[in-house]
């Protein structure tokens, strides 16, 4: 009778421990499936190893996203080496003058103060705008880089919104509509619940962040660019992305 009490108990409390742990690893074993499933010819597609399509397994030096973003081209100017970057503020539903997130659209500085001068619309989208909203340096002031990019402020962002400011890295490829297929690409190892937004944490992380896996794959393409103009002897800059 000892024995069959034991062996109860024993039984139950297996039971009790799957219930409890089943979920956590079903979470695990999908969120690693999904990181397998990035294949190696993917990787190779985009010129990067097979460990840095892998967010768990990426890291990115710190400051990176500072001379990083130096090599950003403006959609208005096509001009590269800014410092100073802006969104433009729209009204908050029902007036005001501030409150209603942005565009979504980012503008050097020079360009973004034309426009508030001017016609105060989005030269992208024409949405009409109230003030700037500068963007910060994502190293020095990683939040307030969120916020700004969090066009909607709901919080957590979608491919539109990481878009809108990786088409400044990558103005090409946006153009071509190769940006678009790369962040479809690698979306999911980042959003592992399937809930088409990612929170700060996601983002953000400057070991295992999506936008520190962007940036050293910009990081990538200047190098490479850097060698083509030494070994052709150096034609100067150019916007080969």
């Known amino acids: 009778m000892v024995v069959q009490d034991a062996a109860w108990i024993a039984g139950s409390f297996v039971v009790l421990l799957l219930v409890v ?3 956590t690893l079903g979470q695990l074993f999908g969120f690693s499936a999904r990181l397998e499933a990035m294949s190696d ?8 190893p097979v460990a840095a399509m892998r967010a768990h397994e990426y890291r990115a030096p710190a400051g990176l996203e500072s001379s990083l973003l130096a090599e950003a081209e403006c959609p208005v100017c096509l001009e590269t080496g800014r410092t100073s970057w802006s969104a433009l503020a729209l009204a908050a539903p029902g007036g005001g003058g501030g409150g209603g997130g942005n565009c979504g659209h980012f503008f050097c500085q020079r360009c973004a103060m034309g426009l508030h001068r001017t016609s105060r ?3 992208i989208c024409r949405a009409a705008f109230t003030s700037l909203e500068p963007l910060p340096d994502p190293h020095a002031d990683a939040g307030g880089w969120f916020r700004v990019v969090d066009m909607n402020r709901a919080g957590a962002v979608g491919k539109t919104e990481v878009t809108n400011v990786l088409r400044l890295l990558f103005p090409a490829e946006h153009a071509s509509g190769a940006l678009a297929r790369q962040l479809d690409d690698v979306w999911t190892a980042w959003d592992t619940e399937l809930c088409g937004t990612l929170g700060p944490d996601k983002v953000m992380d400057p ?3 999506l936008l520190a896996f962007f940036l050293r794959k910009r990081e990538q393409q200047l190098q490479q660019e850097q060698q083509q103009q030494q070994g052709g002897g150096g034609h100067g800059h150019e916007h080969a992305d």
């Open 21 to 23: 742990l089943l979920p």
């Open 121 to 123: 619309r989005c030269a």
């Open 207 to 209: 070991e295992h962040g």
């Open 41 to 48: 010819a993917t990787a190779q597609r985009y010129g990067l």
